[in-house]
């Protein structure tokens, strides 16, 4: 059953369209790979599914709800789907576990203790327990990104998005971050996740899109896509850059 | 020229210095506390409403920016009533110290907020927060804490601004001083007196704001004077 | 003067006129000694450093009122005479270098501490740091708050009524007394005040857009 | 500071209060003008010298004499004992009723009938006392007002029920707003105006004094008194 | 010919110590390659080069300059050694060619033509000549940072550090810089590098140092250092995040 639906979406940007009729079903615990050029609107496509933009046509429909400006649609949206991105983002004024508790408590009215036992859940998901009390500034680029990816399950999504979460980081810091999300897709959670990590995609996503131009330009099946490109701009694509 | 300074006169009358002193700190404290409040307040709607309500809040800052403190105490004072509204004058001045106030406060709290940065509010907005929530719990702290200088030096610029309050009988330090420098002609004396104590009062206030921002929003207190700069590089 | 017509007005604007001529020695002087100020704040010598700070937190916490007071009076008491121009003068740019240099110690502080270390790597000498790479960076962070203090030292003029000079409040204050109309009076002063202000506010607003623009916080 | 250090110096320094009308005002050029530049301008006639006049503010008379910005005063002062501790006065040289003014509705006719009211005063002027020394006895509120004209707008305004105020400035600012509705209830009180000098300038005291009476004498205080506030000079109290 | 020599160089930040007891040789033209753990002290190290850090103990010499404290001293060493960090650092209120141009007018008093020169023949070694007259925040994070290459170059410097100069890019913009320095290693330069692209510093440095706790743990050159690293840390290291 699909959880992730988009159908026919456009979207511009004054007179730049970015996205170009895009169309996507993505299935119940299914990990997908975006991978595409700089500028290809992978990270718009991330931003519409969860209404960050608004698009000009086109529908989506994500974990039953359809995605329209409407502030009190969207926040019943935002519960269902987690997004994660490459900058953190996380709150520098609050701990480790007040950013993760903030929105169960003040939107989902948990109490103070339950959400605390929620934060120790989704930290130890991470591997991170003992930072519970530090604040974002004392912890390192991939503590911090994993502090984020916590804080999005603390809510309990069904789907999650990540943009491009290991970009900021060095490799070193990028393995931690992978092996949580690799963890993720094992206990079957619903993942979009727009990355540079061909190794990655390949060995964790069961499907990869390769974006090109605001369009879907092709997709499949990640073993095939990375072993049998098809089309000529992803085997430049993927002889270009990637080692 | 034979000139000395003569105290004697001045203290004799420290009972209505101090109860001068006092409502200064009343006054200025209660002050910045609503006017703060109040800015916020203003900084919200602005953030939240559509063009025509930050029209108005522009408005409203814009107003009572540009024009000077003494008139507005006045038609507080001596306007409203001929409109029915009739206040004391301790009353007037704090409405009117709380108006200005808030009009600087809601100005310097602004630039803050607009310096938070557009990827923190919608880290917010995807946790579902709502955009009064962002800003509440998200946006609002941290724009303070930028801005924290700016609006610790408005607060200090308010306590002496205070001063003008008297000229509506408001027996504040100011207004104290110049019942006691007319009594007793010893205008050099009380001047002093004058200044010392808005000088004490000044920092006094001006350590607690540096400790409350650095209780606030650095986790950790600071030395209260200087601290070398990230400059320091030869 | 017993009624409030064309000539009371135009001793409005004249008067006016010194509010304006006041606030710009004040802030050209003060806008110096605020520099100076600002850069010895941030020096690498703790003495300098302290002695600004202190100067600051001083200046900042006196009124400005007495400054002036003590300047021209208790100077004279003194043996210290000095013309009233250039006791208001000095007075006030005291008061301006106080608070602008720490305005601008914060704006220079904002500067990205890389581009200390930029510049230093590529042989500049301090000043040249300053004057290259720092202090243009720092005026388009300074200039709102510079433009905000400014709005509030044009009404803060009016403390020179003290030794003698007749600018806009003093005046409306004259007129007042003379005509009793304090609400016409009062809201003409107003609206001349505004008329001064006002456009520094918006300069100040449209410096800020036009400077921040795609500039990282 | 002797009379011949003022002439040979070829020009007297003297401090008026403006803003005060009509002891003390300004005209459309900013020169001050009134009951006290006339006055001044007197004296100087009889020193023989130019006048400068120096146009002070009411906090900052005291400081402008005692650090020598002015040679002397003609500003609406009136002599207490309490001052005098501080500076030196000459004999009176004008004088003005000073009466309490209320509504019109107002039923006020002793002091008795300010009873519990809260009333307005100039805190600049020696009259507060007059309150003061009521103040517990009448159970008064006091409100000190920067000055005459902003003491009669609290009136105006009914931030007070009743003001203390000399007559000359009161009835200037009911004809000025043509209000109909205020009216002065009594006089009480007197009030001496003397000109002043720094303390231990007895030559000039003494010269300033004989000047004094000289105009009281031959009737130029009585034509400026006239002309400023349409009655003729009341007798003067000397000392 | 030794251009840069370490001499037991301790370094302390209060009480911690980051470098204890650092000795380092390098011949005029050897491009050395460091590497090792985030906080194991590369940057720091670097940054003693150059004099930007004060350290407690030891000496450095490089280009024929004593590093010490003192104003005057230190500019004329900066002036023979260029140093490039991770995060470009141009100066966003200047020109492209201003930002080139800037230091060799007012620390060398070149004439405003020749400087021009100058700024052509190293945005030209950089690739980037058409960037004449953009400002820093017009170009990606790859062109800024070569940018930032030459901006050094301009100074003619004898000895080149790069600080991570391409952590902050994604991989094809990293491909750009990488380029670059490869260049400069063929013309002669001679570079201090720290890295973490291990394949680079394997096929263009003639020297590996691998840093652990402050420490020099192991140099070597590259070839042998990564086929045979001898240290139980250094065989962890490379194992690790190195894709
Ligand atoms: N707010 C905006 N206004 C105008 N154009 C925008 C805006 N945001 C993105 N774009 C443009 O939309 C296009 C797609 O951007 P998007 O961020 O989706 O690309 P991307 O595939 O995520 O690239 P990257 O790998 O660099 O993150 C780009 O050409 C970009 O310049
Ligand atoms: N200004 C400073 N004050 C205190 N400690 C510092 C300072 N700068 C660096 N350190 C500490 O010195 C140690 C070495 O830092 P350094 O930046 O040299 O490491 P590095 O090897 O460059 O690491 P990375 O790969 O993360 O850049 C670290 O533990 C760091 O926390
Ligand atoms: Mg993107
Ligand atoms: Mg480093």
Redesign the interface.
Known sequence: MSVVAIDQVHKRYGALEVLKGVSLSVDTGQVVAIIGRSGSGKSTMLRCINGLEAFQSGSITVAGHDVQQEPTKLRELRKDVGIVFQSYNLFPHLTVSQNITLSPRITQGVKAADAEVIARRVLSQVGLLEKFDAYPDMLSGGQQQRVAIARSLAMRPKVMLFDEVTSALDPELTGEVLLVMEQLAKEGMTMLLVTHEMSFARSVADLTVFMHQGKIWEAGPSKELFERPTTAELQAFLASGVK | MEFSLHFASVFAESDLIIRGILLTIGLSSSAILLGSGLAILLVATRNLGNKFVRGCVDAYVELLRNTPFLIQLFMIFFGLPLMGVRMSGTQAALLAMTLNLSAYATEIIRAGVDSIHKSQIEAGLSLALSRIQVFRYVVLKPAIAKVWPSLSSQFVLMLLASSICSFISVPELSGAAAIVEQRTFRSFETYIVVTLSYLALALVLKLILIWLGHRLFHRKVVSILSTASKGGIA | ???FGW??F??LL??AGWSIVLTVIAFAFGAIGGGAFAIM??A?N?VL??I???YI??I???????IL??S???L??A?VEIPPLLAASVSLSIYVSA?LA??WR?S??A????????????????P?QYR???L??AL?ISL??TV?FL??LV?NT?IV????F?EL??A???V????????EV?MV??AI??AI??PL?RLSRYL?RVLHV??S? | QSVDEIVSRGSVKIGVLVGAPPFGSVDAQGNAIGYDADVAELVGKYLGVPVTMVQLTPPSRIPALESGKVDFLVATLAPTPERAKAVMFTIPYSAFQVGIYAAKTAEIKTWEDLKGMTVGVNRGSSVEKEFVNRETELGLTILRFEDDATTMQALFSGQVQAIAGPDAQSNAAIRSRGDTSTEVKFFFSMQPNSMTVRKNAFELHQWLNNAIYMMKQNGELDAIARKWVGTPLPPLPTF
Chains 1, 5 share one sequence.
């Open positions: 003067m017993s009624t000539p009371e135009l001793f004249r008067s704040r941030l690498n703790a450093r302290n600004a700070a202190i937190l001083v900042q916490s006196i009124p400005v009122l007495m007071f003590m021209y009076y208790g004279s008491i043996g608070y720490e305005i914060g220079i502080q500067v990205p501490p890389q581009q200390w270390e930029a510049s230093a790597s590529l042989a500049l000498t301090r040249q290259y790479i720092i243009p960076q388009r709102p708050p905000g709005v509030q009404k009016s009524s003290v030794v003698g007749v409040s003093r409306g204050q004259l007042n007394n003379a005509t009793f109309r304090p609400f009062f002063v107003a005040y505004f202000c006002f506010s800020e795609g500039r916080h």
